[in-house]
């Protein structure tokens, strides 16, 4: 495979019923294409993510994909960036391997960034479509807490893919470990003064497995106090200068 244009990066953390799901729809839309990389991450998995990973990158049709490895879980983030740090390509893009965001809406999204601005002066974000009205609220209680306390216009922030190009990467100093990273990587952009084109899409039903983030009550509970609590906390770092 040559060097890849785009590097698309799934942390895994037991999604085993979803892995070969991701592999057979990525194969759909890759196609015959040899610009594109995924990287999947097993994200400390305990369930049988390790062996269905492994099968599936065996496979030769499956050679636009490889499997980084993290040991012990440490986090949403830090699954994230061990995948983007072995990235290779151009351009980086991160998503969930849920299936709940369609593999095809990341390579939409690639060709909506290319044409929004010259290489690393945009990032993208996804904006999910189709949501429930509960789930809307939560979300757009979220943003607004964290817009007025950072001073910033962040929207739909736990909205997937993610995309940049490499450069950003670069001013990617101290990013969280946890569910924080989408905050980090938009209060980012923003601090940069980079511009975030919103890619519309239509967020669907998980397949299989829980959710790992906010997708149930107690889940979306755990959520906000993490995010409030990384919210406040970048808030003061900035009043101090060390952000």
């Known amino acids: 495979m040559s060097t890849p244009h785009l590097s698309i990066v799934l942390p895994c953390y037991n999604e085993a019923?979803?892995?070969p799901l991701i592999f057979s729809r990525f194969r759909e839309v890759i196609g015959a294409r040899e610009d594109i990389e995924v990287v999947m991450v097993n994200n400390g998995s305990t369930d049988d993510s390790a062996e269905i990973l492994a099968v599936e990158a065996a496979r030769p049709e499956n050679a636009f994909a490889r499997v980084e490895t993290v040991d012990i879980n440490q986090g949403y983030g830090y699954g994230i960036m061990s995948g983007v740090r072995a990235a290779t390509g151009e351009f980086i893009a991160w998503t969930h391997a849920d299936m709940q965001t369609d593999p095809n809406d990341v390579l939409l999204g690639y060709e909506m960034l290319r044409?929004?601005?010259?290489?690393?002066?945009?990032?993208?974000k996804g904006r999910r479509?189709?949501?429930?009205?509960?789930?809307?609220f939560?979300?757009?209680?979220?943003?607004?807490?964290?817009?007025?306390?950072l001073g910033a216009r962040l929207d739909d922030i736990n909205a997937q893919p993610k995309m940049f190009h490499r450069r950003f990467l670069e001013k990617m100093a101290s990013p969280p470990a946890d569910f924080s990273l989408d905050l980090y990587f938009l209060?980012?952009?923003?601090?940069?003064?980079?511009?975030?084109?919103?890619?519309?899409?239509?967020f669907g039903e998980r397949?299989?497995?829980?959710?790992?983030?906010?997708?149930?009550?107690?889940?979306k509970i755990k959520l906000i106090r993490r995010t409030l609590g990384y919210v406040f906390k970048l808030?003061?770092?900035i009043r101090h200068g060390s952000r």
């Not at 479509?129 to 809307?136: G, M, P, S, T, V």
């Not at 939560?138 to 306390?149: D, L």
């Not at 209060?187 to 239509?202: F, R």
């Open 17 to 19: 019923g979803n892995i």
């Open 115 to 124: 044409e929004a601005g010259e290489p690393g002066t945009v990032v993208l």
């Open 129 to 136: 479509q189709n949501r429930a009205l509960l789930d809307d």
């Open 138 to 149: 939560f979300t757009w209680g979220m943003a607004v807490i964290s817009s007025i306390a």
């Open 187 to 202: 209060y980012l952009a923003h601090k940069l003064g980079v511009p975030i084109v919103e890619q519309p899409v239509i």
């Open 207 to 219: 397949q299989h497995g829980e959710a790992k983030g906010g997708g149930t009550m107690k889940g």
């Open 235 to 237: 808030r003061s770092d």
